[in-house]
């Protein structure tokens, strides 16, 4: 793809707003995932480049945090290179033994499934084994390289969120 498709492609990008998370096994760079329905594979795309990938990749499992708007600090410490993201960042381990960020929204536990090559990233596909709605709240959002938030929607809630998962869960598991 040519410099100036590259750099097209990205413009197109940052016109979608993402909600923003951590994917860690035990800490490095944060990397993009989509978190679709608990019978669909989780996708994340790391950098072949990731210091955090192989660690990924030899646990066989890691854990989606997903942000509130007031963890944008949070977000910025783990959206660098370098250093102990961790270093006061209350965390627990998870059922698969991915660290589970304290205050998150959300959280989202999965075995790696399989790695598909996609250039210089890889395709990595993860099998929802936890799901966790932590707190109610406004998520983080990423756009136009900018961070901001939504007010939630007054008819939505943790409990209806939760209910809505375990629904899903025993549809898939019948």
Known sequence: MAQQDVLHLRRIGAEAADHVHVLQPVGDREVAARVQHADVPVCFCPARTSATWPRIEAAGAFAVNILAADQ????????VTGGDKFAGAPWHAGGNGAPLLDGVLASVECDLEGVLDGGDHVIALGRVTGLAVHR??????YFRRSYGSLPRPARSSSASMSSSIRAARSRSEA
Do not use: M, N, Q
Request: aromatic content about 8%; overall charge neutral; proline content about 14%.
């Open 136 to 141: 109610d709240g406004p998520p983080l959002l």
């Open 72 to 79: 944008e600090g949070l977000c910025r410490r783990f959206a």
